[in-house]
């Protein structure tokens, strides 16, 4: 029978080999309708792994990651921005400090909407670890610059990616390789997802809350 999951699945394949993650089947994901419903999907599941989390985002994220949290009601902190549009790590370890007893949910931009900056996942990593927080959850919207920075030498470039400790990033379509439609990946480590999943009797897949409609005209759940 004809089904897009087959050419989904190579997407996220294809996807997690290029943000390194520790192996394809380390990362679930699924096709969206753009950067804002895979933006929704990291929070909720960030959210639904960590119910008593707080949102840690920048004042040069994008408008959709403000948009998330008031759809899904989560505490959040504005962190403050360089002038470059880069997230300030001075003022992302105050905050943290003072909140240690809730797990942070930090939102890394890769690919600041006006200036391109980049948020490195080593360094936030590196902040949380200092911090003692173990119970935490890293989502890295890099719908704009995902693309161009996995092909940077890793040692010439800031950190994005699974390797760098992510635990669940979104590069968009329409932006850099230009496809005829929105759209968008979203990934995240198999470990989050997989503890929340159901299974869907008529297809036989793992689905979560959201489903989406492919770009082809095919409704399609995570896979």
Known sequence: RQHVKPFERAVIAFFARLFRAAAPEA???YVTGGGTEATL???WLA???HPDGIVYYSAAAHSSVEKAINILAVRSVRVAADQCGEIDYEDLT???DVRRVAPPIVVATAGAIMTEAVDDVRRITAILDQLAIGRRYIYVDAAL???PLALIDPGQRRGFDFADGADAIAVSGHKFLGTPLPCAVALVKAGHYNRLAARS???SSARG?????SVVPTITCHV
């Open 27 to 29: 990362v679930r994901g």
């Open 41 to 43: 999907h990291a929070l």
């Open 47 to 49: 959210r639904s792994v």
């Open 94 to 96: 105050r905050q943290l």
């Open 145 to 147: 610059a995902g693309i």
């Open 201 to 203: 009797a008529y297809n």
């Open 209 to 213: 809350m959201l489903c989406t409609v």
